[in-house]
């Protein structure tokens, strides 16, 4: 299937797993094929940050420590993104939740009706070595919002946006330091809800650590 082909998902859909297994660059080409939100909580803390929010205050040295956001700032803004009309029907939550407070808010928020329960959680199953080598080379264009990678997809000329010429950047959670601590915070907080989501026979796992397009394929499948 090749990529901006129309697909037809109906998905209430969370993509768990490491940062830099690949959730967001599926989320968001799922998310258009499919015509349904893609709500990264990621995204939406950058945003805050760029703009200068009282959120975004709080939460810059957090992130770029690799440290996670509380749960109850992180709750409120999923509950405002969920209840905006774009979001009623479908959407992939990508990066929410990730801790098992957040969970269980999520399952309040969307209550007893089946019309509003979650479809699937997908798991992105990779190595913590394979995480940090694609971390440590990302890049992202300031202007686009790209995303490449020194080794596995460098540009054409160094710290210049193929597509749009923009500057590239290291995003500041993406350095050595901070990689470190989000992959604690990763197996320490997040890893149980996939027991929490297997419990509810909900998971699925796919492997992570295939090229891009190979995992999409099969996400497809998974949500169809
Ligand atoms: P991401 O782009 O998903 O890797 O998120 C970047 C950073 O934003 C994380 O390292 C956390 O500091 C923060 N963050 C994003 N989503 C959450 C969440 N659900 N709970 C707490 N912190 C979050």
Redesign the pocket.
Known sequence: MSAGTSISLRARAVFLGG??AG??TQAKRLAAAGHVAHI???????AHVNQGSDLGKQ?KS??D???????D??VAM?KERIAQPDATAAWIL??????LP?AEALDRLLGASAERKLSRVVYFQISDAELKARLEGRRNCNQCGAIWHVATKPTKRVDTCDACGGALLQ?A?DRPE?IDK?LQ?FHKLTEPLRAYYQNKNLLRIIDASRTPDVIYQELVQLMQ
């Open positions: 940062p830099g959730k967001g990264s909580t990621g995204d939406m803390l950058r939460a957090l992130m420590g690799g440290k996670l956001v509380p749960d700032m992180i999923v990508d990066g929410f939740p990730r801790t957040q995003r959670d901070a989000r915070e």
